[in-house]
């Protein structure tokens, strides 16, 4: 077997829009139109594709698996290329979700509603976008819509996502009276006619619209000729461009980021998604594009050393899982994107994240209609192998024989924390069962358990985040439980450091208990989480205890000194101690540990840290004054107000502990015309009159 489509016909893309903006009717048209396409490739009688399209209709298309493939070849003529649709979620308190897809996708495309246009959470998204540097295509969807306005819309997009923001399109009609689009680069009027909007009519410009295009088509091929020397020589010489040359050159500058493309119509209507569909292949990258920008590197986890995968087929194979689903058929999916080499089904390989091998059972590949079981998959593909074992998201596969950790993905600290006390003794079991699939399918999500009381604590992003997790658990899983409020996830650290001896020693009667350690606790720059060092030489404490020493820290860690919140940022050495040759044992050395640990760490100035949120509050300039106020109130930095039109933005960092309810009350205090977005930046010391107020609260 070999491969079908040539890696520089793939495009793995993501379709990225804020909620309600259409990203579902758009995926479903995309889905779709590639159906009738991929038909017209390999069936050609009339009457198939009207039968296949009935019975799509019929059936439905799924859209919901984490990656979908399909195949399209351009309205213009060409080869037909492979679409690898990455599914990515519409809301940013699921930012795993949003990393995930941007980590595994080549280039996105942004839809807009035509009548909202730049929306609060779009910008939220398109600026993590910008880090992983995505490159993009817009869509300005929704133009039949009464309100719609093409122009108020590119206008927010350019203003306050990316002024290199540049139309392919502009509208005929509008509203009720929005009829097709004019191709800029091909002087064409588009018409989208049949029963779907399948069938694609090219005719001359209206003449309403002549002028129009004409300056707009000058202005495109400037700012593409401004991207590409040779380019700009012919253009300031007054030659003509050709569109292909045009065309070249905003491919690259595209894939470099230095423009985006925009693209106009309505897809309810059926209006503009196959012209979409030929800019995913014209202006976004395929692997290879993006593997000269950014060349696939990662690490040797036998050595530490930095390596690079080239994406072919008979290099070492690499791969990155980057969803967990549960599926109703087949039970458990790792989705995973091939970086490099081949994945065969019945061989072996290596997760490197956790050292264990699997063998590879089933191969798929998700179509809008149907999967195929599939013998081998090749680098740029993506795919989902069945019944995975001990593969979380993030983790990297690779051949057992010369192994690699992909550069990680990186997930922000879960900062909302509640409780969970289930009703029954089943019911525990089952939460536990629960909590533990819940986690593999999502990294953000952490579970400790109150040793205690016999609760459950669970983590994660947001309220939202939390809720729908337990909302999961009891219905998926069925369990009962009396449910928290939800908490900031507080943490406990030291500033100083200390030393302290921690003794375990029984010794009247049977067998005796002797455990006798001396540690010392250093309190660690934010981020560097928990060290254990061993000092111990010529056997003092014998090598057998050490792990037990290590293992009592470890559990003295989890629950801090001041008000039980998890300990994070410390170095704790074990230097001396004592053993006994009949009494000692591992419980005892770690109990010792535990002992030793909680007296050092009171000693070192332990602190209270709570996590701060990077905020952006957008009101109208009449509020402006109530909002910084009242942010100031809350304990908020002000770090920047800007200007947007007729609006303020105000970016600041504030606790999260102020932050509970905050949608409610920017709502009543600028009469629901304010809006925000907050993310997670990092964990700070809490003020002392703060700190003692939850200490307290916690006795
Ligand atoms: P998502 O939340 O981004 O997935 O958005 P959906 O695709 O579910 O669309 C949200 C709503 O907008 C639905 O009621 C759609 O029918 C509607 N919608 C989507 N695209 C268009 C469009 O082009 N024009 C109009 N008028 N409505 C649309």
């Given at each position: 077997m070999a491969r079908i489509y040539l890696l520089e016909k793939y495009r793995n893309i993501g379709i990225i829009a804020h909620i309600d903006a259409g990203k579902t009717t758009v995926t479903e048209r995309i889905l779709f139109y590639t159906g009738i396409s991929h038909k017209i490739g390999e069936v050609h009688t009339g009457d198939t594709i009207m039968d296949w399209m009935e019975q799509e209709r019929e059936r439905g298309i799924t859209i919901t698996a984490a990656a979908t493939t399909c195949f399209w070849q351009p309205t213009r003529g060409g080869e037909e290329h492979r679409i690898n649709i990455i599914d990515t979620p519409g809301h940013i308190d699921f930012t795993v979700e949003v990393q995930r897809s941007l980590r595994v996708l080549d280039g996105g495309v942004v839809v807009f509603d035509g009548v909202a246009g730049v929306e609060p959470q779009s910008e939220t998204v398109w600026h993590q976008a910008d880090k992983f540097r995505v490159p993009r295509i817009c869509f300005i969807n929704k133009l039949d819509r009464l309100g719609a306005s093409f122009e108020n819309s590119l206008r927010s997009i350019q203003e306050r996502l990316n002024p290199k923001a540049i139309p392919l399109q502009i509208p005929i009609g509008s509203e009720a009276g929005f009829e097709g689009v004019i191709d800029l680069l091909t002087k064409e009027a588009i018409y989208f006619e049949g029963e779907h909007g399948e069938n694609i009519v090219r005719k001359p410009i209206p003449e309403s619209l002549k002028a129009e295009a004409v300056e707009r088509r000058a202005a495109l091929v400037e700012a593409i000729a401004e991207t590409d020397e040779k380019l700009l020589h012919k253009f300031l010489e007054g030659e003509t461009i050709e569109e292909v040359e045009l065309r070249r050159a905003l491919r690259v500058a595209t894939i470099n980021n230095e423009l985006v493309p925009v693209f106009c119509g309505s897809a309810l209507k059926n209006k503009g998604v196959q012209l979409l569909l030929d800019a995913v292949l014209d202006y976004l990258p395929s692997p290879l594009d993006l593997h000269e920008l950014k060349p696939i590197k990662g690490v040797n986890p036998k050595t530490n050393e930095e390596v690079t995968r080239e994406?072919?087929?008979?290099a070492s194979f690499s791969a990155l899982a980057f969803k967990i689903a549960t599926d109703p058929f087949v039970g458990n999916l790792t989705y995973f994107r091939i970086y490099s080499g081949t994945l065969k089904r019945g061989t072996y390989i290596l997760n490197s994240a956790t050292g264990s091998q699997e063998r590879v059972g089933r191969i798929l590949r998700m179509h809008a209609n149907h999967r195929e079981e599939i013998e081998e998959m090749y680098a740029g593909d993506l795919g989902a192998i069945v019944g995975l074992k001990n593969t979380s998201t993030g983790n990297t596969l690779s051949d057992p024989e010369n192994p690699i950790v992909l550069e990680k993905i990186v997930f922000p600290e879960p900062v909302i924390s509640l409780r969970i006390e289930p009703k029954t003794k089943a019911d525990q079991e089952k939460l536990g069962l629960s909590m533990r699939r819940l986690a593999e399918e999502d990294p953000t999500f952490r579970i400790s358990g109150d040793l205690d009381t016999g609760e459950t604590i669970i983590s994660g992003m947001g309220e939202l985040h939390l809720e729908i997790l337990v909302d999961r658990m009891k219905r998926e899983f069925g369990v009962e439980a009396n449910i928290g409020r939800p908490q900031v996830a507080y943490k406990e650290t030291v500033k100083g450091e200390a030393e302290a001896e921690g003794k375990y020693i029984r010794q009247s009667g049977g067998r005796g208990q002797y455990g006798h350690v001396w540690l010392k606790v250093v309190g660690l720059p934010r981020g560097k989480g928990f060290v254990f060092v061993n000092k111990i030489k010529g056997g003092i404490i014998p090598q057998e205890f050490i792990p037990a020493v290590e293992k009592g820290v470890k559990e003295a860690v989890g629950k801090g000194v001041l008000a039980g919140y998890p300990i994070v940022d410390v170095e704790a050495t074990l230097y001396d101690g004592s053993f006994h040759e009949v009494d000692s044992s591992e419980i005892a050395f770690k109990i010792a540990a535990a002992i030793a640990f909680g007296e050092a760490a009171r000693g070192a100035k332990p602190i209270l840290l709570e996590p701060i949120m990077k905020t952006q509050v957008i009101v109208p300039i009449e509020f402006l004054g109530d909002v910084v106020g009242d942010l100031n109130a809350k304990r908020g930095q002000i770090e920047e107000v800007s200007d947007r039109a007729n609006i303020k933005v105000i970016n600041a960092r504030v606790p999260?502990?102020?932050?509970?309810?905050y949608a409610t009350k920017l709502r009543s205090m600028t009469q629901g015309r304010g809006s925000f977005t907050m993310e997670f930046s990092e964990y700070e010391e809490a003020p002392g009159n703060i700190a003692q107020g939850i200490i307290e609260g916690k006795k």
């Amino acid at each position: 077997m070999a491969r079908i489509y040539l890696l520089e016909k793939y495009r793995n893309i993501g379709i990225i829009a804020h909620i309600d903006a259409g990203k579902t009717t758009v995926t479903e048209r995309i889905l779709f139109y590639t159906g009738i396409s991929h038909k017209i490739g390999e069936v050609h009688t009339g009457d198939t594709i009207m039968d296949w399209m009935e019975q799509e209709r019929e059936r439905g298309i799924t859209i919901t698996a984490a990656a979908t493939t399909c195949f399209w070849q351009p309205t213009r003529g060409g080869e037909e290329h492979r679409i690898n649709i990455i599914d990515t979620p519409g809301h940013i308190d699921f930012t795993v979700e949003v990393q995930r897809s941007l980590r595994v996708l080549d280039g996105g495309v942004v839809v807009f509603d035509g009548v909202a246009g730049v929306e609060p959470q779009s910008e939220t998204v398109w600026h993590q976008a910008d880090k992983f540097r995505v490159p993009r295509i817009c869509f300005i969807n929704k133009l039949d819509r009464l309100g719609a306005s093409f122009e108020n819309s590119l206008r927010s997009i350019q203003e306050r996502l990316n002024p290199k923001a540049i139309p392919l399109q502009i509208p005929i009609g509008s509203e009720a009276g929005f009829e097709g689009v004019i191709d800029l680069l091909t002087k064409e009027a588009i018409y989208f006619e049949g029963e779907h909007g399948e069938n694609i009519v090219r005719k001359p410009i209206p003449e309403s619209l002549k002028a129009e295009a004409v300056e707009r088509r000058a202005a495109l091929v400037e700012a593409i000729a401004e991207t590409d020397e040779k380019l700009l020589h012919k253009f300031l010489e007054g030659e003509t461009i050709e569109e292909v040359e045009l065309r070249r050159a905003l491919r690259v500058a595209t894939i470099n980021n230095e423009l985006v493309p925009v693209f106009c119509g309505s897809a309810l209507k059926n209006k503009g998604v196959q012209l979409l569909l030929d800019a995913v292949l014209d202006y976004l990258p395929s692997p290879l594009d993006l593997h000269e920008l950014k060349p696939i590197k990662g690490v040797n986890p036998k050595t530490n050393e930095e390596v690079t995968r080239e994406p072919k087929d008979d290099a070492s194979f690499s791969a990155l899982a980057f969803k967990i689903a549960t599926d109703p058929f087949v039970g458990n999916l790792t989705y995973f994107r091939i970086y490099s080499g081949t994945l065969k089904r019945g061989t072996y390989i290596l997760n490197s994240a956790t050292g264990s091998q699997e063998r590879v059972g089933r191969i798929l590949r998700m179509h809008a209609n149907h999967r195929e079981e599939i013998e081998e998959m090749y680098a740029g593909d993506l795919g989902a192998i069945v019944g995975l074992k001990n593969t979380s998201t993030g983790n990297t596969l690779s051949d057992p024989e010369n192994p690699i950790v992909l550069e990680k993905i990186v997930f922000p600290e879960p900062v909302i924390s509640l409780r969970i006390e289930p009703k029954t003794k089943a019911d525990q079991e089952k939460l536990g069962l629960s909590m533990r699939r819940l986690a593999e399918e999502d990294p953000t999500f952490r579970i400790s358990g109150d040793l205690d009381t016999g609760e459950t604590i669970i983590s994660g992003m947001g309220e939202l985040h939390l809720e729908i997790l337990v909302d999961r658990m009891k219905r998926e899983f069925g369990v009962e439980a009396n449910i928290g409020r939800p908490q900031v996830a507080y943490k406990e650290t030291v500033k100083g450091e200390a030393e302290a001896e921690g003794k375990y020693i029984r010794q009247s009667g049977g067998r005796g208990q002797y455990g006798h350690v001396w540690l010392k606790v250093v309190g660690l720059p934010r981020g560097k989480g928990f060290v254990f060092v061993n000092k111990i030489k010529g056997g003092i404490i014998p090598q057998e205890f050490i792990p037990a020493v290590e293992k009592g820290v470890k559990e003295a860690v989890g629950k801090g000194v001041l008000a039980g919140y998890p300990i994070v940022d410390v170095e704790a050495t074990l230097y001396d101690g004592s053993f006994h040759e009949v009494d000692s044992s591992e419980i005892a050395f770690k109990i010792a540990a535990a002992i030793a640990f909680g007296e050092a760490a009171r000693g070192a100035k332990p602190i209270l840290l709570e996590p701060i949120m990077k905020t952006q509050v957008i009101v109208p300039i009449e509020f402006l004054g109530d909002v910084v106020g009242d942010l100031n109130a809350k304990r908020g930095q002000i770090e920047e107000v800007s200007d947007r039109a007729n609006i303020k933005v105000i970016n600041a960092r504030v606790p999260l502990a102020e932050m509970f309810g905050y949608a409610t009350k920017l709502r009543s205090m600028t009469q629901g015309r304010g809006s925000f977005t907050m993310e997670f930046s990092e964990y700070e010391e809490a003020p002392g009159n703060i700190a003692q107020g939850i200490i307290e609260g916690k006795k």
